[in-house]
C-alpha cells in the first residue's frame, strides 16, 4: 500500500505559477501509475496527467497541454504538478492518486475511477 499527501494548494491570481507536490509513503512510486486530478464543485472529478513511475511517456489532458507538467524526485519518493499560466477556470480541489502495484506496465492514463489510493486533495483558488 502507499500513502499520498499532496501539499502546495494556495490562492493565487491569473497568469501565476503554482507547483503541488504528493508525498509518497509506503511504497516506491516507481510502482504505480500516478495521476493529478482535480475536481471543480458541481463538476466530475477530472484527469490532467498520468504516468508510469517505472518510466513511460506522460499523458496529458487537452486542456492543461502545455501549460502543466509532472516531474519527479526519486531520492524524496515525491511527484510534482508544475501549473503555469494559470487561469480561474483551473480552481478546483487537486488530487494525486495511484494505480498499481504492477511489474510493468506500458501506458498510464487519468481515469479516477480505476485508481486505488488517493490523497486528500489541496485546494487551488486563481483569480483574476
Known amino acids: 500500500q502507499v500513502q499520498l499527501v499532496e501539499s502546495g494548494g494556495d490562492s493565487v491570481q491569473a497568469g501565476e505559477s503554482l507547483r503541488l507536490s504528493c508525498a509518497v509513503s509506503?511504497?516506491?512510486?516507481?510502482?504505480?501509475?500516478m495521476g493529478w486530478f482535480r475536481q471543480a464543485p458541481g463538476k466530475e472529478r477530472e484527469g490532467i496527467a498520468a504516468?508510469?513511475?517505472?518510466?513511460?511517456?506522460?499523458n496529458y489532458a487537452d486542456s492543461v497541454k502545455g501549460r502543466f507538467t509532472i516531474s519527479q524526485d526519486n531520492a524524496k519518493n515525491t511527484v510534482y504538478l508544475q501549473m503555469n499560466s494559470l487561469k480561474p477556470e483551473d480552481t478546483a480541489m487537486y488530487y494525486c492518486?495511484?494505480?498499481?502495484?504492477?511489474?510493468?506496465?506500458?501506458?498510464?492514463?487519468?481515469?479516477?475511477?480505476?485508481?486505488?489510493?488517493w490523497g486528500q486533495g489541496t485546494q487551488v483558488t486563481v483569480s483574476s
Open positions: 509506503g511504497n516506491t512510486h516507481r510502482d504505480y501509475c
Open positions: 504516468f508510469y513511475g517505472g518510466g513511460g511517456r506522460t
Open positions: 492518486a495511484a494505480l498499481g502495484p504492477f511489474r510493468y506496465i506500458a501506458n498510464c492514463v487519468a481515469v479516477p475511477r480505476q485508481y486505488n489510493y
